[in-house]
């Protein structure tokens, strides 16, 4: 039992890798797309999110196949509940992608906001946030996941800063505001995927230490 126990939570970890690999690919392609204003790359991003809304449900039934099998215990029940979840939160992160990639499909159709707005920093950040989450799962750092959730904060005040520029441009040109609101939307969609990015890192910590420390402060978790 233990010998198919092991080798089922190997392919499940194969599966969850390239579930986080493609979702990081989702990601990188829609800010592309908006930076670029390149519409034919951001309809990609758009008619691919089948392929992982397909993985996410695969991903599901594997889960809750060994779940039913094997009634795992310890170390093994916690990996399948944070792969569970973790698979949930990428789901969840492509699909801020596919709206960020709607956002740039539109915006490539309309002449340039003239207001400079670094989506690209803001988008790095939040990218290395899920790049950092999924290394933490792949080597069960939980020093790195951690630090991830320390870095949520620096998107959040990004987005801050972005709606209090995009306002402030509303209020000068009132006949961009479609346009405008487009902006504010992949700036919200940008701070979700850091706060989805933290989501799997605080799994990371549940799956190796058994703590839960959603909720917590970063200082306090950390202690």
Do not use: W
């Not at 520029?165 to 505001?177: F, M």
Request: proline fraction near 2%; hydrophobic fraction near 40%.
């Amino acid at each position: 039992m233990s010998t198919h126990l092991h080798r089922e939570i190997d392919k499940l970890k194969k599966k969850i890798l390239f579930m986080g690999a493609e979702t990081e690919e989702t990601v990188r392609k829609s800010i592309d797309a908006l930076i670029t204003r390149n519409e034919p790359l951001a309809q990609q991003v758009i008619v691919g999110d089948e392929v992982l809304d397909n993985l996410e449900v695969e991903i599901e039934e594997e889960c809750l196949k060994i779940l039913a099998l094997y009634q795992p215990v310890a170390s093994d029940l916690r990996y399948v509940i944070a792969v569970l979840k973790i698979n949930n939160d990428l789901e969840r992160i492509g699909d801020l992608a596919v709206n960020i990639a709607e956002r740039a499909a539109y915006l490539s159709g309309h002449a340039p906001i003239e207001v400079y707005l670094d989506f690209k920093s803001m988008a790095d950040n939040a990218q290395l946030m899920l790049k950092q989450s999924l290394d933490a799962l792949v080597n069960s750092d939980t020093t790195l996941a951690r630090q991830v959730r320390s870095e949520d904060e620096e998107v959040d005040t990004a987005n801050r800063n972005m709606f209090e520029l995009i306002e402030n441009y509303i209020k000068q040109n009132p006949d961009r505001v479609a346009g405008a609101l487009h902006l504010i939307s992949v700036s919200r969609h940008l701070e979700r995927i850091g706060d989805q990015a933290t989501n799997i890192a605080e799994d990371v910590i549940y799956m190796v230490e058994g703590e839960i420390v959603r909720h917590q402060p970063e200082d306090f978790a950390s202690a």
